[in-house]
């Protein structure tokens, strides 16, 4: 069997199985846009805000639907031991791993526009960097998931992966200047900001939408994908430590 059949079949597995099922819709998708849409009326600040917040939806709607597809596809899987029969895929260990992770970067993605394709209807969004706003999806998908992937393999239950990826999910919100801009943060939160991977795609983001960025474009996508890299070696390297030898 070739590489990429076994990679496309555990993906399409992935899809069959967990995608779209209510509680990561709910939690995933749901659940940002609720909490956003009372940020906006709370603000009272009417349509003009609309911009504004559409990157902060956007990138935890990305966040939520990430890591909470991560949770349950890895750690079921691990504690079914289902996982184990995947390791004799004839494929390399990375490729694997991308096949379990590549369902959730999607789903990620698509979550992505659904806020966009909403806010269309409200506004003008002729003025948006395409070219910009979606390369930072991509990898804001990308990092999100192998962020829930480094929390999923330490944990060996659902509900301690949904758990503890609140533990970072939370303070990402109000920390990485996706509603409240870094700069008007306590000195003391300052570096703890720029410590999550999301700040910057949230900074790309931005500017893309309004052209509210700190750093250069280049600089964002350049940390964005070290944290990319850190993040899937780090829990490769968990996983084999962990549940292989």
């Known amino acids: 069997m070739k590489p990429w059949i076994a990679f496309w079949n555990i ?37 003009d805000s609309l911009m504004a917040l559409l990157p902060g939806v ?3 709607s990305i966040l939520f639907g990430t890591t909470s597809m991560l949770a349950v596809t890895v750690t079921f899987e691990k ?5 184990e029969r995947l390791l004799l895929a004839p494929i390399p260990f990375e490729l694997l791993m991308l096949a379990k992770t590549g369902g959730a970067i999607l ?19 002729s003025t948006v960097a395409w070219r910009v706003f979606v390369p ?14 480094f929390i999923a393999v330490a944990v060996s239950e659902v509900f301690e992966a949904q758990t503890f990826s609140n533990f970072f999910r939370f303070p990402m919100i109000f920390l990485c200047g996706l509603f409240f801009p870094i700069a008007k943060l306590p000195i003391f939160l300052k570096p703890l900001s720029y410590v999550f991977p999301l ?15 700190a750093m250069p474009f280049a600089l964002d996508l350049v940390l964005l994908a070290a944290f990319c890299v850190l993040l899937f070696v780090a829990s490769l390297w968990n996983i084999k430590r962990r549940w292989i030898m």
Not at 21 to 46: E, Q, V
């Open 199 to 213: 700040t910057y795609g949230a900074d790309i983001l931005h500017g893309a939408v309004h052209g509210g960025h």
């Open 79 to 83: 504690k079914n031991r289902s996982f």
């Open 107 to 125: 789903f990620g993605v698509a979550n992505a526009f659904v806020p966009v394709i909403m806010a269309a209807f409200l506004a003008d969004l």
């Open 11 to 47: 993906l399409l597995k992935d899809m069959r199985t967990y995608y779209l099922k209510p509680p990561n819709i709910s939690w995933g998708l749901i659940f940002p846009l609720a909490w956003t849409g009372m940020f906006f009326i709370k603000s009272g600040s009417g349509l």
């Open 136 to 149: 930072a999806v991509v990898m804001i998908a990308v990092a999100s998931t192998f962020q829930g992937l």
């Open 58 to 60: 956007v990138a935890i």
